[in-house]
């Protein structure tokens, strides 16, 4: 179906909100058309530079790969209004379960209202090897409804990929539909997007990111995106992009479990949109006790700190939420990479994440 024509042809006054969209949206390609974006407020804030980075659920929707460096099961929640219309409602949800085998994750978006709604329903599979190299596809539902005129559906095919270069520098690349899905009668095409990019890590707490995107319908996009960590517990973002030229800002709250970002982001005729988005980690990991940890704890208030360049796997095991698994990645990283010259650099291991590190801080020290 020509959504245009469609929507030219009603009489209907509740498609006025609609006409609007239509006209203003569609043309520079935000939030329409099942095209798969930024759906949480932290790469919304970072520009949408995202590609090169992905390690949070929502990666589903702009890397899918990535979300296979998570080590355990996680929940994205993400909202928002752009420039302030209701009937642009805009929400998703992203959760993420790792297993042995490979990372199985869904993701839902729902965009508009009841007179013009955008469903998606993607369910994704992703793998890593070597510790190095992610690799993940998408299959993707999509569904168009309009009041009083009908639906239609189709389905997509995402794919991308993510290589640690080095501790730090990543590369990643993401394409969405690549069957090239149509959806209505008319057979219009569904858009067709190609996006790579980096992620550098130049100093401990700082993340660069550029991304070159690229939709088959419109010109070239420069990303560019950039996030800092204050205090282990702040993260202060910035961002912006090129078609349309946007200026993005914004900063999460970081927790042991859980992650709340805020984001705004400005457009140059239609004002600005607010962003917020909930992070969880679902699977809590048991506290260590004095009894669970061999000569690692002596004492209530007195503990003995592990080196961890030097230390064994049956030593690493006795940190707070590290396992086998988790131990000997250390241990073959520390063999590929060398010595930890910081103890960031433990975030470049699969399964590392920020509050995972926050949490054996206490225990741990570089010699």
Known sequence: ??????????????????????????PIHIYASFELSGNSARSQAMGQAYVGLANTPDAIFMNCS?????????????????FGMKELNYGSLAAIVPTSIASFGAGLISFGNETYREQSLI??????????????????????QISDYGSDFSFGIDAGFLIKMTPKFNWGFFASNLNRTKIGRANDSLPQTFCTGIAIFPVSDLILNLDIFKDSMFPVELRCGMEYLLFNRIALRTGFTTEPAQFCAGFGFLFSLSEVNYAVTTHPNLGLTHHLSLQLQLKKRKEPTAK???????EPEFILKLNINTATQKQLQQLPGIGAVLAQRIIEYRNQVGNFKTLEELCKIKGFSKAKLQRIMPYIILE
Do not use: C, W
């Not at 006409?19 to 949206?25: E, H, I, M, S």
């Open 66 to 82: 990535g979300v296979a460096q998570l080590s355990d099961m996680n929940l994205s929640i993400y909202y928002t209004r752009p």
């Open 123 to 144: 369910v994704t599979i992703n793998r890593s090897a070597k510790q190095n190299f992610y690799y993940g596809l998408n299959l993707h539902y999509m569904k168009l």
């Open 292 to 298: 669970s940890i061999d000569k690692l704890i002596v």
């Open 1 to 26: 179906m020509r959504i245009k024509e469609l929507i030219l042809s009603s009489n209907s006054k509740n498609y006025l909100p609609v006409a609007l969209f239509v006209f203003l949206l569609i």
